[in-house]
């Protein structure tokens, strides 16, 4: 049986089973049907049912039966809309616009709840924004929609004011954003991604058959690592980043494995 590492935690597994396939089913996953999709990558029932109930205390799923009166769980709307608005950012296959503008976001939180100001920072650097200045952050524009809906839906969306433009600091913007973003901190996290993934790909591209348990197995392996990478990375303009990135070839072995593998694997999850 594969082992599961700390980097596929079987809570984050269950998310990408349900953001790959089980969001597009027609009723709720039965928790037989999770321990089955959950055994092929590794994880066991116990850890199932542990992860499950977490995920429920966090609001992410809920429980409902299946029209055939078995146990199950469904996405919650906040966790489908969650799903919904990472497509845009995991499934990007277009490289980002040249000249899309920024978008700033400026809060303020009262001293009486300052507990607040670490979840308004956490929840911005797991947007993909970057730190220009403390309380400012800074975006690629297309992140707005997302960063609103995440906001309403934790409630913070007081404390936060929005602004679009285009940088017009003395630094250059090349320098600005080695300053805003971690580079080399983000090119590692591709690097790592690489090491993992791009030699499945090359295997996969040597064969001619795609069976459906194997097609499952590595592409759920794959997306769960990939799909936090579209975050830490918010998927800056070339001419913006060093030569050579490494997110050109980690996005490009991504949508090969989606490719070849996506729809192979939804006949072993039945979809």
């Known amino acids: 049986m594969i082992n599961v590492s700390e980097q596929h935690a079987p809570r984050s597994l269950i998310v990408t089973l349900y953001g790959a396939y089980g969001r597009f089913m027609p009723g ?15 994880v066991d029932a116990p850890s199932v049912r ?4 977490r995920l429920k205390r966090r609001g992410l799923l809920v429980p409902a039966r299946t029209a055939q009166g078995a146990a199950g769980y469904e996405l919650s709307p906040d966790a489908r809309q969650l799903l919904d608005d990472g497509d845009r950012r995991v499934y990007a296959a277009a490289p980002p616009p040249l000249d899309e503008g920024w978008i700033l ?4 939180v009262p001293e009486s709840e300052r507990q607040k100001r670490h979840v308004l920072r956490s929840r911005l650097a797991g947007l993909g924004f970057g730190t220009a200045a403390p ?28 602004f679009r433009g285009e940088h017009l600091g003395f630094a250059a913007t090349v320098e600005a954003v080695s300053r805003w973003w971690d580079l080399a901190a983000i090119a590692k996290e591709h690097e790592a991604f690489l090491d993992r993934h791009a030699r499945v790909l090359h295997d996969w591209e ?3 058959d795609t069976p459906p348990a194997e097609a499952y197995r590595d592409y759920l392996m794959a ?5 936090h990478l579209p975050y830490a990375d918010p998927g800056l303009p070339a001419h913006l980043l060093p030569a050579d990135w490494p997110g050109v070839r980690s996005a490009a072995v991504f949508q090969g494995l989606h490719a070849r593998l996506r729809d192979a694997g939804a006949a072993f999850a039945g979809v």
């Open 206 to 208: 040597k064969r001619a």
């Open 105 to 108: 976001a400026v809060f303020s």
């Open 50 to 53: 542990s992860s499950v109930s």
């Open 135 to 162: 309380g400012v952050w800074v975006a690629p524009a297309r992140l707005y929609e997302e960063t609103r809906h995440t906001l309403e839906r934790l409630r913070l969306d007081p404390y936060v004011d929005f």
């Open 223 to 227: 997306l769960d690592s990939w799909r």
């Open 28 to 42: 709720p996953l039965p928790v037989a049907e999770l321990i089955r999709l959950l055994a092929a990558v590794g």
